[in-house]
């Protein structure tokens, strides 16, 4: 048997993730050691191999096939617009897709007027504004803390995700439009679901058993 190998999606739903896949019985002690400076995690018994990459990152280690599975948010999915299967959906991380701004800007968005829309999402933003709203924007690219741009007056909206809403209310800022759910969802490699379809299927009906 040849080893399954996980990319996970660095930080909280790397931790949710793995909680999961004990419940239908894929353990990785190894990687529970906090301190460990390792990058890969091996569990010989079950020949499956995990490791943590960056969010943005997992699609690719999928798409190119050095992952079979992979973990990561929706969110991640629709802007890295990777070739994969998305299989299933983890129900964990749930969140959405917003567009955000100050009270005073839902009048540009229902006139569509020429504004500035800033996010860590250029391609979720574009795909919006440009095909489904019919509106021309100019797209700023940020990196993070993307609720500062209406704030210091670098955009008039973001396009963000919103979990508790706490960091938009905290700076007045509201959901002006909501544009997707988002939650965590597996991939799985186009080669490898045609070649490890038995035991990725059966993971898949175990997995989904549990949430249920
Ligand atoms: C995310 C997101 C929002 C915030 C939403 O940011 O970009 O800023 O969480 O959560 P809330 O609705 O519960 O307040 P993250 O913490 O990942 O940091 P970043 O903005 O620096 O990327």
Do not use: W
Not at 8 to 24: H, I, T
Not at 58 to 68: I, L
């Amino acid at each position: 048997m040849r080893y399954l190998t996980f990319a996970l999606a660095k930080g909280r739903l790397a931790k949710k993730s793995l909680q999961l896949f004990e419940k239908v019985g894929i353990t990785c002690e190894e990687m529970k050691d906090e301190k460990t400076r390792k990058l890969i995690f091996v569990n010989e018994e079950l020949k499956v191999k995990f490791f943590l990459a960056k969010a943005s990152d997992v699609p690719t280690y999928v798409e190119y096939g050095a992952a079979d599975i992979g973990i990561v948010g929706k969110d991640t999915i629709l802007e890295e617009g990777r070739k994969l299967f998305e299989v299933m959906d983890l129900g964990i991380g749930k969140c959405r897709m917003c567009v955000c701004g100050p009270q005073s800007a839902q009048e540009l968005l229902q006139h569509h007027e020429m504004i500035r829309v800033a996010s860590k999402y250029p391609k979720i933003s574009k795909d919006y504004f440009y095909n489904i709203k019919h509106q021309t924007v100019e797209i700023i690219k940020l990196n993070g803390s993307v609720e500062l741009a209406p704030l210091v007056g670098l955009s008039e909206v973001i396009v963000d995700i919103v979990e508790t809403g706490s960091t938009l209310r905290e700076n007045g800022l509201d959901v002006l439009e909501e544009i997707c759910p988002l939650s965590a969802r597996m991939v799985v490699n186009q080669v490898s679901m045609k070649m490890e379809n038995e035991r990725i299927m059966k993971m898949i009906r175990d997995l989904k058993e549990v949430l249920e």
